[in-house]
């Protein structure tokens, strides 16, 4: 993967390119990208965990909550999950679903990667009374109406990166120099990223650095063009423009996750390594209504799981056992719910179009 980006750089006109194209290229590379090789990546294998790969628990859970609320909602039985990964939320999902629904359902799945979606088809194989479609982008699955869901999707986009020195605000590149990857700062040049800055009032300390991710608006753009009425489900790690200001932010929060071990030089192991970071929620709330996708509310996971009833999937059992399996799951919901477990790094984003009237009924 270095080699096909030294290549990529040479063959730039100013031997340098934006960490934007930078990350397209280590994490979506048709061949070598770190995202599309056939290799493990979530859980103990892999470079990191998701809050779906931790148990069933959670997928189960949000397929009921849809499950009790699509009717009131006044939409059809079906669901779009955009990066499905290993698919094992995707079957949580449509078991849940399925314990208190016999409608049919419809399980989209937007997926770029053929490796994972063969993870997925493996994962979903045997499942009854559900209708399975595939797609690359959300445009393909055909899907008008329904519930579109992503679980760390936006902090995997690749970004710009700037940085403001002496006063004036840079974009920092990539180049290549003594065989290593390196950066390079000049003054931003690019409207589109002056325009964000401008657009979400972001005001730079001397020495901060932040990432401008361009791609959400193409992205939910694609997203809203062809969905009609429905809700939209966020979850992923970020901050808010406020936070993003925080003095212990001032080196932005691009990082890379190797063999479960956090990095701050996103430029070593190219392809090896998963990319990230934090998503800008204020962004995501604008973008969206920009595009009629209008901001509904913003939780922790935690609270989310709890305001969808988290609580009564908790199995009242006296089982000494604490390897039984009513034990294993009350300490997958305490470890989704409790102070210090992985829902507190976690925001849900609920974003709706075409309900004004009935969204009130979510919660």
Not at 320 to 334: D, G, H, L, V
Request: hydrophobic share 40%.
């Amino acid at each position: 993967m270095k080699e096909i980006i030294k290549e990529f750089i040479n063959a730039s006109p100013d031997k340098m390119i934006s960490y934007a194209q930078y990350m397209e290229l280590a994490l979506y590379h048709s061949e070598e990208g770190y995202y599309i090789k056939e290799r493990q990546k979530i859980g103990k294998e892999g470079d990191f965990y998701t809050s779906s790969n931790v148990s069933d628990v959670f997928g189960k859970l949000i397929g009921k909550w849809f499950a009790k609320n699509f009717r009131n909602l006044g939409l059809p039985p079906s669901v779009c999950e955009i990066g499905a990964g290993n698919g094992r939320f995707a079957r949580a999902f449509i078991q849940g679903w399925s314990g208190l629904n016999d409608e049919t359902l419809t399980y989209c799945i937007v997926e770029a990667s053929p490796y994972h979606r063969k993870l997925q088809k493996a994962e979903l194989n045997g499942l009854e009374d559900v209708k399975i479609l595939y797609g690359s982008t959300f445009a393909d699955t055909g899907m008008k109406q329904g519930l579109i869901f992503s679980n760390e999707l936006f902090d995997a986009f690749p970004v710009h990166v700037v940085e403001k020195h002496e006063g004036i605000v840079n974009e920092v590149f990539v180049g290549f120099d003594n065989e290593q990857l390196k950066e390079i700062m000049l003054p931003v040049m690019d409207d589109r990223i002056t325009a964000f800055i401008n657009d979400q009032e972001i005001e730079l300390a001397e020495g901060q650095r932040i990432e401008i991710p361009l791609a959400y608006e193409p992205f939910i753009k694609s997203i809203a063009d062809h969905f009609t009425k429905g809700i939209m489900v966020t979850v992923d790690y970020g901050y808010t423009k406020e936070e993003w200001m925080h003095p212990s932010r001032r080196r932005g929060s691009l990082r890379g996750y190797y063999q479960h071990q956090m990095h701050h030089d996103v430029l070593q192991h190219p392809g090896e390594m998963d990319i990230t970071s934090h998503v800008h929620f204020d962004a995501l709330k604008l973008i969206g209504e920009k595009y009629c996708l209008n901001f509904v509310q913003k939780m922790r996971q935690d609270e989310f799981l709890m305001a969808a009833g988290i609580l009564e999937e908790l199995a009242e059992h006296n089982d000494p056992n604490p390897f039984s399996e009513a034990s294993k799951r009350n300490r997958a919901i305490r470890s989704l719910i409790l102070p210090g477990g992985i829902s507190q790094s976690f925001d849900v984003a609920v974003q709706a179009k075409g309900l004004d009237h009935s969204i009130g009924k979510l919660f």
